[in-house]
Each structure stands twice: as C-alpha cells, then as structure tokens.
C-alpha cells in the first residue's frame, strides 16, 4: 500500500514539475526541426487533413493524381479523340456515310481526310459534314484538289470548330464519278477531338512584309 502511495505521489510531482518548471515549459516552445531525426515522423503522427498547400512544396509531388483540378474530375481535363473510318466506296458521282450515333454531343475540332479517284483530270469532289445528307448548308466541308500525272487522284481536306447535337452524315459529290479511297493510300478518316473551352479572337491583319497590324492605323 505505501508503494503505491508513494509511486502516486512522485507520478503527481513529476507532472507538477513538468507544468511548472519554466526550463522544461520553454524548452517544449522551441523544438524545432534540427531536433527531430530525418524520417523519424511517420505519417500516422500526422494529423489527417492538417498539411495546408503553404506547408508542401508542390514539386516535390511526383507521382501524385490528384482528385479534382479546378472542380473538374481527371477524366474531363483529357481530350478524347474519335476517328471515323472512310470505308472503300464503289464509283459513283454522290456517297453518303452515316457517322455513329455514338458520338457524344459538344464541341469538337473536326478534320475530314477523304482521298478519291476521280474519272477524269478536272472533275471535281467536294465533301461536307451535315446534318440531313447534302440537304441545308453544310456545316464544313471543301472541295477537293487534284494531283497526279493524269490529275485523276482527289485529296479533300477540312478542318473546323463544330458543335455536335444531333447524328451527321458525311456527304460527297462529284461533277463526274469517283471512288474512295485512292489505290496509293487508305488514309481516308474523319476525327473528332473534344474541346472543352472555345475562344474566339479578332485575326490580326498582316502587311505585305508579313509584319502584323492590330489597329486601324494606316502604315508609315
């Protein structure tokens, strides 16, 4: 019993003396990091949720995902990218190919490749993305431009800013016949690339010098 006493009883002085001793109070104020051995503080000793972006140096987080970026999900700062095939077509002077359905609506930077043999030097092929096959404008397309030695190949290429909301076609037509894709190469394809932010600027004017003008001011 009297061991008991008398451990209470310096367990009650070593507290007192650890509150009130200003040596010890002040020494427990000044604990910085030279007192702390390298990699002796886990992580587990760290309260969750308390590490501020103040106290880490961002480049040292290498190989870090984080959740979120600016409130949007990872998968959402990732462009995706749809390519279409252009399948071999037989000679004809229109084709239409129906594009999938599959292809979410939004804003796309979309480029059409479409390569063709064309019946005779001259003739010429135009291709247009639309909504309802070659009816209403289109909402891009070129014509094409002929090459080779006989002028009979036709490469058509296009590439604009489009917003997707309904299913599109892919419509061709020809002032002869022609056929896709050319028998040199099979790169024919239409690709949509996801955009997120559009912005749209004035063009800057250039002289004939190529030096740029961005006001009204007349030239020197």
Do not use: W
């Not at 009297?2 to 427990?28: I, W």
């Not at 984080?66 to 990872?74: C, K, R, W």
């Not at 002077?93 to 930077?109: D, E, H, M, R």
């Not at 014509?143 to 917003?163: C, D, E, H, L, P």
């Amino acid at each position: 019993m009297r061991s008991k006493l008398a451990l209470g009883g310096l367990a009650v002085a070593v507290a007192f003396l650890l509150v009130t001793n200003p040596v010890v109070v002040e020494a427990a104020g000044q604990i910085t990091s030279k007192h702390i051995k390298n990699n002796s503080v886990k992580g587990k000793d760290i309260k969750d949720d308390t590490l501020t972006g103040g106290d880490i140096l961002e480049s040292s987080l290498t190989g870090v995902n984080a959740a979120t970026v600016g409130g949007l999900a990872s998968s959402a700062l990732q462009n995706s990218v749809i390519r279409v095939p252009v399948a071999a077509t037989a000679t004809a002077s229109t084709f239409t190919k129906a594009l999938p359905t599959s292809i979410p609506n939004g804003t796309y930077l979309v480029t059409i490749n479409v390569n063709a043999n064309v019946s005779a030097a001259g003739v010429g092929v135009f291709c247009g993305l639309y909504v309802a096959p070659g009816v209403g404008n289109a909402l891009m397309g070129s014509f094409g431009s002929n090459y080779g030695t006989t002028g009979t190949f036709s490469s058509i290429n296009a590439a604009k800013v489009v917003t997707v909301s309904s299913p599109l076609s892919l419509f061709c037509a020809s002032s002869g016949t022609f056929s896709t894709p050319i028998t040199v190469y099979n790169t024919s394809e239409i690709t949509f690339t996801k955009l997120d932010t559009v912005t749209t600027t004035s063009p800057v004017a250039r002289g004939t010098n190529g030096e740029s003008h961005s006001g009204s001011a007349p030239r020197p």
